[in-house]
C-alpha cells in the first residue's frame, strides 16, 4: 500500500486556508499510515481546526496520548459491531486495551457511534449512555451488499448548509480522490485531506485546481 507521505502532506497543507478545518477519515482507516498522528499534530499547530473519524484500526496508545493535548472539534470513534457490518475479527486483546484507554481519556469532543449491535467484548467497556446507534446503511452505488442495506426515501431540495461559516459554499464530493473540494470565489480548496490518498491522486487533483 502506497502512503501519502508527511512531507507531500505538509506541502499541500500550506496551500489551504487556516479557517478550513481538517478532516482526518475516509475510506481508509486513516491510522493505516503511520504518520497520521503527525500529521494531526502539524495541522493542529498550523491553526487548523481538527475532526477526527476513526476505528481506532492501526492506532497505538502512544498515539492517543499524543492527540489528549490537541483540542479537536470532533473525535468519533466507529465501535466495531458483531459482524453485520465490520470485520469483527479485528476485535483482538490490543484493540480491547486501546478500547479501554479511550474511554478513560480526557477528551471532550469524544463520541462512540456503532451501526447494529455492539461487539459483545466491547458492550461492556463503553456505557451505554455514550454510545450512538447510527442509521443502517443506503448503498448509491450499489456496491454494498443488499442483506445489511435499508431502502430510504431520496431526499429531494435545495442544497443548504447548516454552518454560517460555510453559507454561500458547496461542497463538491471528489468520489475518485477520495477527497472533498471547496469552490469558493473561483479557488478550490481540499477540506478533507486522506492519510491513505495516493500521491498521483493527489497531483491530479491539484493539477485540475490549478487549471481551473
Known sequence: MKHLRLEDFKRC???VPTS???SFAGYSEPWLNPDCTEMVEHAYARGHGIRIFTTLVGMKGRDLHRLQALRSRVFVVHVLDDGAYMNSHLVEDKYLALIRQVVDTNIAS?????LGEV???????IPAEALVRARPLSSRGGSVDPKIVEPRQPVVGGLTCV??????????QMATLRSAAWILNGA???ETFYATTPISLKAQFFAKSSTA
Open 13 to 15: 497543507l500550506a496551500r
Open 188 to 190: 478550490t480548496y481540499w
Open 163 to 172: 454552518d454560517g461559516r460555510q453559507y454561500r459554499n458547496v461542497l463538491y
Open 119 to 125: 461487539h459483545p467484548d466491547i458492550a461492556g467497556i
Open 20 to 22: 478550513v478545518d481538517i
Open 110 to 114: 469524544i463520541r462512540f457511534i456503532v
